[in-house]
């Protein structure tokens, strides 16, 4: 928990600052991420941020709802929820792994989207490089099940010299020089 929790909270501020920075006429614009525009993507993240704290709290996986605007709030909850020390004990009954596991789904899926919604709106972003490490090492581990279940599109080849996280981007399908 107490390596996680900084990851977590400054990659929940840089995807937060990402939302807040989305104008209205973008919403519709095109992402990384071949099945959301930014209206999508963002809606996607609310639904993370809702869904990882009932997560915590050992509850179900929640279904989507419709888009609400409010997904930096919803990353407060969810901070609030893991910062609770059960939160990162025992296995979760809804995904079937480890609560850190778990919590390490919640962090990757902040770096990449939070990447995916820069690009799309011309937003600067840089990731913690922490983040990235721990989102790469997770991510080697889990790739095969999240091709399984969809999560993940077919690798894109970057060099191995790459930086991390050109490396983490190529390895779950998406490529690292895509433009709008």
Same mark, same amino acid.
């Given at each position: 928990?107490?390596?996680?929790? #900084?990851?977590?909270?400054?990659?929940?501020?840089?995807?937060?600052?990402?939302?807040?920075?989305?104008?209205?006429?973008?919403?519709?614009?095109?992402?990384?991420?071949?099945?959301?525009?930014?209206?999508?993507?963002?809606? =996607?993240?609310?639904?993370?941020?809702?869904?990882?704290?009932?997560?915590?709290?050992?509850? #179900?996986?929640?279904?989507?709802?419709?888009?609400?605007?409010?997904?930096?709030?919803?990353?407060?909850?969810?901070?609030?929820?893991?910062?609770?020390?059960?939160?990162?004990?025992?296995?979760?009954?809804?995904?079937?792994?480890?609560?850190?596991?778990?919590? =390490?789904?919640?962090?990757?899926?902040?770096?990449? =989207?939070?990447?995916?919604?820069?690009?799309?709106?011309?937003?600067?972003?840089?990731?913690?490089?922490?983040?990235?490490?721990?989102?790469?090492?997770?991510?080697?581990?889990?790739?095969?099940?999240?091709?399984?279940?969809?999560?993940?599109?077919? #690798?894109?080849?970057?060099?191995?010299?790459?930086?991390?996280?050109?490396?983490?981007?190529?390895?779950?399908?998406?490529?690292?020089?895509?433009?709008?």
């Amino acid at each position: 928990m107490e390596d996680m929790m #900084p990851l977590m909270t400054r990659s929940s501020e840089l995807t937060s600052d990402l939302v807040r920075g989305v104008r209205e006429e973008q919403l519709g614009l095109s992402t990384p991420c071949a099945k959301f525009d930014v209206r999508d993507l963002i809606n =996607h993240l609310e639904w993370v941020a809702e869904m990882f704290v009932s997560l915590a709290a050992k509850g #179900p996986r929640t279904e989507q709802g419709p888009y609400a605007g409010d997904f930096p709030e919803r990353a407060g909850r969810t901070l609030a929820a893991w910062s609770r020390p059960e939160a990162w004990e025992g296995t979760s009954p809804a995904m079937g792994m480890p609560m850190p596991m778990v919590a =390490h789904l919640y962090l990757a899926d902040l770096v990449v =989207h939070g990447w995916d919604l820069a690009r799309a709106t011309g937003q600067a972003y840089e990731p913690m490089p922490e983040a990235v490490v721990e989102s790469l090492a997770f991510t080697e581990q889990m790739v095969d099940m999240g091709r399984e279940l969809g999560a993940f599109g077919p #690798p894109v080849e970057v060099p191995d010299d790459a930086p991390a996280f050109d490396r983490l981007l190529g390895l779950i399908g998406r490529d690292p020089a895509w433009k709008p």
